[in-house]
T-cell receptor
Framework: DSGVTQTPKHLITATGQRVTLRCSPR?????VYWYQQSLDQGLQFLIQ???????AKGNILERFSAQQFPDLHSELNLSSLELGDSALYFC???????????FGDGTRLSIL | QQQVKQSPQSLIVQKGGISIINCAYE??????FPWYQQFPGKGPALLIA?????SEKKEGRFTISFNKSAKQFSLHIMDSQPGDSATYFC??????????FGTGTRLQVFP
């Protein structure tokens, strides 16, 4: 158990809808990262927050947004969902930037 | 270049054998190279990591070998066990923390 908690584990929705994925980092970790894992793209970095502030951005679509709250949990919002958004979405956390990242077990998003 | 190239795509090893997975990178700004192990239905779990100031790091049966001049690093799993059957990812990061992952290697260890 990595100590990173992601909810929900599975999410099934339709095209055009909006969903919110939640991540609680390990106790004491200030940095949260979001990654997408799909069969064709592999594991891709989306975005990083550190202590509530956006720190780095990857290949995140404009339809996707994230935030980190004062209690350090993070949410990833995906809107106007398309079939191609079906993937596993992982959250990772680390004590500080440049420290090892520990991953949660992910949210499996299926778009029908 | 932000890519990390990983090979082989799949690997079959007999129990007790040595599993070797290789990765190569282009970006000389990368300074952190972790390996992750992923079981079906689970997230990637950090296995072992290395920084470029050393050429080898060993933790139990797992060893990372790092060749800075060739821009290559590899994972060796000694005395491979059926419980090691999983997908292994190499990764790299530099001044930003974002991990650039390899494409993964599916390891199967047969008894």
């Amino acid at each position: 158990d990595s100590g990173v908690t992601q909810t929900p584990k599975h999410l099934i929705t339709a095209t055009g809808q909006r969903v919110t994925l939640r991540c609680s980092p390990r106790s004491g970790d200030l940095s949260v990262y979001w990654y997408q894992q799909s069969l064709d793209q592999g594991l891709q970095f989306l975005i990083q927050y550190y202590n509530g502030e956006e720190r780095a951005k990857g290949n995140i679509l404009e339809r996707f947004s994230a935030q980190q709250f004062p209690d350090l949990h993070s949410e990833l919002n995906l809107s106007s969902l398309e079939l191609g958004d079906s993937a596993l979405y992982f959250c990772a956390s680390s004590r500080d930037p440049h420290q090892p990242q520990h991953f949660g077990d992910g949210t499996r998003l299926s778009i029908l | 270049q932000q890519q990390v190239k990983q090979s082989p795509q799949s690997l079959i090893v007999q129990k007790g054998g040595i599993s070797i997975i290789n990765c190569a990178y282009e970006n000389t700004a990368f300074d952190y190279f972790p390996w992750y192990q992923q079981f079906p239905g689970k997230g990637p779990a950090l296995l072992i990591a290395i920084r470029p100031d050393v050429s080898e790091k060993k933790e139990g049966r797992f060893t990372i070998s790092f060749n800075k001049s060739a821009k290559q690093f590899s994972l060796h799993i000694m005395d491979s066990q059926p419980g090691d059957s999983a997908t292994y990812f190499c990764a790299a990061s530099g001044d930003t923390d974002k991990l650039i992952f390899g494409t993964g290697t599916r390891l199967q260890v047969f008894p």
